[in-house]
Each structure stands twice: as structure tokens, then as C-alpha cells.
């Protein structure tokens, strides 16, 4: 599916998947859906130098024209999502893509990135919170 036939609904699925993906990690989200020039993790990694937060942000680029598919971390984002998460995050939207369900593949690796950036909550022994 090229990208510009996504429909008001999918760009409306695709928006909350990424707003909740940022609430739940703590970490701005972008998504570039739509042509890269040139090689793509270059063309990537130009793209993400634009965006608001890059030391922080959870970027994913995808070309559906030429089937190509980046993710890239920020600084600050590396020591909460490992490149193992973002390699399984792009695991599951790969399989989607090639059921032809390109939202719904975007939307899962979203989740994906989102529950492996998650950041955690300190629980510590003295916390009243845990005393039964």
C-alpha cells in the first residue's frame, strides 16, 4: 500500500498509537511514513536529525514503496530499549507488511518499542506503598 492511501481512520489509528506508545515509554515517538531518498539508513538518520527531540526520541522511518523499514534511537532512549527490542519490534511489522497490513504492522511495533522502552517504576524495601 503506498502511503498516501492511508485513510482519515488509519492516520487517526496511527496518531494514538504513537501518543499512547509516548505516555506509556515516557519518550517522544515519530514516524515518517513515506518516501526515503538515497540509502535508507542515511536517509533515516537525516530525518531524524529534524525531529523536536532527537536525544530522546523513538523514530521509525518506513518506505512501503520500497519495502524498507528504520528504526532509530535516540541517545537517551538506548538505555531503556536495547537493540534486540527494536529488532523485534521490526520482526512484527515485517510480518505484517507482508500480509499487506502496513497500519496494523506499524501500530504493533509501536507497542513493541513502546513496552521495551517502558520506563520502570523504582520500588524501594522502605516504600509504605509495599508494606502489607
Known sequence: MPSGDLTPNQIDDLTTALQVAEQESGFPFALHLGPLAGEPRPAALELFKQVAEPDSTIFIACDPDRRVLEIVLGRSVRGWLTDQQ??????????????????????????????????????????PAIEG
Open 86 to 127: 527494536a529488532a523485534l519490534a521490526a520482526t512484527a511489522m515485517v510480518a505484517a507488511f507482508r500480509e499487506g497490513e502496513l497500519v496494523d504492522g506499524l501500530i504493533q511495533g509501536i507497542q513493541v518499542l513502546a513496552l521495551g522502552a517502558r520506563h520502570q517504576p523504582v520500588v524501594h524495601a522502605d516504600d
